[in-house]
């Protein structure tokens, strides 16, 4: 208060202009604060300038920036499975600034844990645990496992491949618990497995609890600091401001300058939405890699919780180790060292072990094709239904899995399936009707399949409706890998007369170019010459070409092409195409429109040819109706 | 502001010489000493007690995915003599959001002619999802291998992967999908 009243203008002076009002409304707003007397004391502490010094106050100032960066994020964030990874695809892509802001506040966390501890190990070096402040080392240490459990909240947030397998790993280590282990995991995910409200509850500590707790404990650590910091000596000592100020500056900048680049040319990275089945190979942040080493090798709880936790207790006994009564510093440098070696040859090892691993290479630059892929997919829009629904609903993997559930039994494919069909008595539409309840006794291992090979099987479709598949399938259609295997079909068409052979590959060319989508990529004069050949041959007496006409063998009018397929697939008994020949079932009424058109994209890769619907390849539409017409929007076109 | 200072031994007999000598009144103030913290508490306990509960009753006894019988497709799809990795596809409930078909997790089912064995993919050790290889199954996070019986081969695993309830009806393979507590050795379903 002493060094309020020197500043208070002389009475009378200057009372009745603008200035003077203003004056005395300051100091008003001082004498009922004390704010400004508070600043100027802590500015004019006298401490002993040195970099050393430097970790306490730059990690304060990387735990604001911390703070005001989560705000921009949480201003566009929304905890949900199904809008999490949209919501971060969203800040990423269309707010302008998002992806700089989530990239300081990602690699912000990673600059925090090891700021914290460098700050450790100066203050431990330093033994500045001794006497008095014993009880601040121990302030600080208690920093170690918060600042931890905000890296593990805001790691799951996006919902992403890495958040929720890193997050499936840490709540399957809190299972590991002995006694507590389910009920602890639970607690933390919010239920029985990670979901919806496993986000909330993240979200809710990650940005409510786990800072509001931080301020907290980090005020008590200041006052501490405070109270319990011997004096400096008076000749080395100097005003807080700027000494020792300039100095906490200098590295917090040096620090929001490698940042700034890493969030501007790395970028935080978002991998594909949460899968609870995929070969993804969760990997923990930098600073949890040493942990996994332990777990790979220690069995649990003593790899989870003795080893971390004796590491802890260690650091925390270590002001009465190295003690006011008994003095070792040589030994407390040691302990202190070891574990941050220990850490560090670990951190080496879970690298280079990563680099040398075969399986997980292939399985990184998967995922990093799947991510790249469902961010195209979510450039035009993220479904309602969720981002998970971008790779499940996928026209070609949906209609792949559809496949394998409902046509492989009879044709095979890269040599599965084709055994043939079992009775028909599946009624169970799309791919809804899996859960439904069968009841009857269990073995471990089933039995039974009498009804297998009841219907035979159909046409092979290795490379189906590719040129080499056409030509084996013109030339021979009675064998045993097409519509040999089909009884009433065996003598229907005969095998290609032998002079038609050398014309052969025209003629598939020829058949193949009824889909317009894929004779644009043929050769116009084979196409040509495969028509005559087609003509010559007489294949149009059975198979007419002009749409609608029935023939004895099926109308190949637009053959191959999207619409055709789907026609086929409707109704292959329809007087257009097997008519009374048919052995296949009608999939018009089992399966919806949608899974149709899903079928015929996956069937229209089997020759190879890549989906043409993959947004990797199209050039993006932009979300119409928003009001978008942003920088980043430029930006996004490709 | 005088906290921020050092405590002086003098502030604190300071305090104590202000105190009102002990008086008749001392009962009363007994007794609004103990209604205070009584109050306090209750109050503390009431609020703490409705958060708490909101917070841990439902998720300590909620149910766990699957439970239920799942449609693997035709017998046919998988190899015979490899393991494959499959979805289990099956109605997932997540918190306020239903999802008539998606995915609940993976299955590794072994086929042998007409006879099929399958596990969860969920590794027991800590719960991420092995992968297939030609002759075993690797989980990617701490390297338990298992072997194509669902037996550890190495690792810290606790268990071997956990079987599943097979069912082969008209040539369709079907399996109860369940999931269950992983870091223990008893293999215990969630829920």
């Known amino acids: 208060m002493s060094g309020l009243a020197a500043e208070e203008p002389p009475p009378g002076a200057q009372a009745h202009t603008v200035r003077g009002r ?58 949900s499975g199904t809008t999490a990874w949209a919501s971060v695809f969203y800040l990423e892509e269309r707010i302008a600034g998002g992806a700089f802001v989530r990239g300081l506040h990602a690699y912000g966390a990673s600059a925090l844990v090891a700021l914290l501890l460098v700050h450790v190990l100066a203050v431990g070096l330093g033994r500045r645990y001794r006497d008095r402040r014993a009880a601040n080392w121990l302030l600080g240490l208690c920093l170690l496992p918060l600042i931890g459990t905000f890296a593990l909240t805001g790691y799951l947030l996006p919902w992403d491949q ?31 497995e990670l979901g919806s409200l496993t986000l909330t509850r993240f979200f809710a500590l990650h940005a409510v609890a786990l800072p509001a707790t931080l301020l907290l404990l980090l005020a008590l650590h200041l006052r501490v600091w405070r109270r319990t910091r011997p004096d400096p000596e008076p000749e080395a000592a100097r005003p807080y401001w700027p000494a020792q100020a300039a100095r906490d500056l200098a590295l917090f900048c040096g620090l929001l300058c490698a940042l700034a680049l890493a969030a501007h040319f790395r970028g935080a990275g978002l991998e594909a939405p949460a899968d609870p089945s995929s070969d993804y190979p969760p990997r923990p942040e930098w600073y949890f890699a040493p942990l996994r080493e332990v777990l790979k090798a220690v069995p649990e709880p003593w790899g989870s919780i003795v080893l971390p936790g004796a590491v802890g207790l260690l650091l925390a006994f270590l002001p009465w180790i190295d003690g006011p009564r008994s ?43 799947e991510a790249d892929l469902a961010k195209a997919l979510a450039r035009e829009g993220v479904p309602g239904e969720g981002a998970a629904a971008l790779l499940w609903r996928y026209p070609p993997r949906w209609g792949e899995r559809l496949f394998e559930r409902h046509c492989i039994a009879c044709h095979e494919v890269d040599g599965r399936g084709g055994e043939g069909r079992p009775r028909d008595s599946e009624a169970s539409g799309g791919e809804g009707g899996g859960s439904e309840a069968v009841d009857g006794d269990v073995d471990a291992l089933g039995e039974g399949a009498e009804g297998r090979g009841e219907t035979a099987p159909g046409p092979v479709l290795t490379g189906y409706l590719g040129l080499r598949w056409l030509r084996e399938v013109i030339a021979h259609p009675e064998s045993p890998r097409y519509f040999g295997r089909v009884p009433s079909l065996r003598d229907e068409m005969p095998p290609l007369e032998e002079a038609f052979l050398p014309r052969l590959d025209a003629i598939a060319a ?117 009001g978008l017409g942003t920088p980043a929007d430029a930006a996004l076109g490709r | ?112 002619g007409a006879r099929a064995r399958a596990f969860s993919s969920v590794c027991p050790h800590n719960g991420c999802d092995v992968f297939v290889r030609s002759e075993d199954l690797r989980c990617p996070c701490h390297e338990s291998v298992f072997a194509l019986d ?9 268990r071997g992967l956990d079987p599943l309830e097979v069912r082969i009806e008209e040539g369709r393979l079907r399996v109860r999908y369940q999931r269950f507590e992983v870091g223990i050795a008893e293999r215990r379903p969630l829920g």
Not at chain 1, 170 to 175: F, K, L, Q
Not at chain 2, 150 to 158: A, C, I, K
């Open chain 2, 150 to 158: 669902g037996s550890l081969v190495r690792g810290e695993s606790p």
């Open chain 1, 327 to 369: 003095s070792r510093p040589r030994l407390a440098r040691a302990l202190l060292l070891l574990p941050f070696a220990l850490w560090g040859t670990l951190l080496l090892h879970a690298q280079l072990a990563d680099l040398a691993d075969r399986d997980y290479q292939a399985q990184r630059r998967r995922a990093a094709e």
């Open chain 2, 1 to 112: 502001m005088s906290d921020d200072e050092r405590p002086s031994p003098a502030a604190g007999e300071a305090e104590s010489g202000n105190a009102p000598p002990p008086s008749p009144g001392v009962d009363r103030r007994g007794f609004l000493h103990l209604l205070g913290l009584g109050l306090g508490a209750s109050a503390a306990a009431t609020i703490l007690g409705a958060v708490g509960t909101a917070a841990l009753k439902t998720p300590l006894t909620a149910r766990g995915v699957g439970g239920g019988w799942v449609d693997l497709g035709p017998l046919a799809r998988f190899p015979d003599g490899a393991p494959a990795k499959v979805v289990a596809v099956g109605e997932h409930v997540d918190a306020w959001n239903r999802f008539p078909a998606r995915s609940l997790g993976g299955v590794v089912v072994v086929r042998e």
């Open chain 1, 510 to 626: 020829f058949v193949r170019a009824q889909d317009p989508a894929a004779a644009a990529s043929l050769d116009p004069a084979r196409i040509a010459a495969g028509r005559k050949a087609y003509f010559a041959a007489e294949c149009n007496s059975c198979h007419s070409l002009k749409p609608g006409r029935a023939d004895l063998g099926p109308n190949l009018a637009g053959y191959g092409s999207e619409d055709w397929l789907l026609r086929f697939l409707r109704d292959p008994g329809h007087e257009l195409f097997y008519a009374e020949d048919n052995a296949m079932p009608a999939y018009g009424d089992e399966l919806s429109a949608d899974e149709l058109r899903a079928l015929v994209a996956y069937l229209r890769t089997l020759d190879g040819d890549p989906y043409p619907g993959d947004p990797r390849r199209a050039k993006p539409r932009p979300l119409s109706g928003t």
């Open chain 1, 22 to 79: 203003l004056r005395r409304a300051l100091a008003a707003w001082e004498d009922a604060t004390g704010l400004g007397a508070l600043a100027r004391r802590f500015l004019t502490t006298p401490v002993r300038p040195g970099w050393a010094r430097a970790t306490g106050p730059a990690l304060l100032l990387l735990l604001c920036a911390q703070l005001a960066t989560g705000f921009g994020l949480a201003l566009h964030y929304s905890p």
């Open chain 1, 162 to 192: 890495k958040g929720y397998w890193a997050t499936r790993v840490a709540t399957g280590i809190v299972r590991g618990t002995p006694l507590v282990g389910e009920a602890a995991a639970r607690a933390l995910q919010g239920g029985a």
